[in-house]
């Protein structure tokens, strides 16, 4: 899969964040570490998230805005 994410400089290094992924957030002191280790934090996130589900009654609703 393929999610967007979004970086952030600062005077320690870059903060970075998933936004399709509430709390999904990791930094580095590289632009390049960051990429990293947010795409560890998006493995992780998903596998927490598989496992909530697993167990849950699951059911779809339609959203309109």
Avoid at 2 to 29: D, I, K, M, N
Avoid at 30 to 49: D, F, G, K, M, V
Wanted: hydrophobic share 40%; net charge negative; glycine share 6%.
């Amino acid at each position: 899969m393929v999610y967007t994410v979004a970086l952030r400089q600062s005077e320690e290094g870059f903060s970075v964040w998933c936004p399709g992924l509430p709390g999904c957030w990791s930094q580095g002191e590289t632009e390049q570490e960051a990429l990293e280790n947010i795409r560890s934090a998006i493995q992780e996130y998903l596998a927490a998230a598989s496992e909530l589900v697993e167990s849950a009654n699951l059911r779809q609703v339609e959203v309109r805005v």
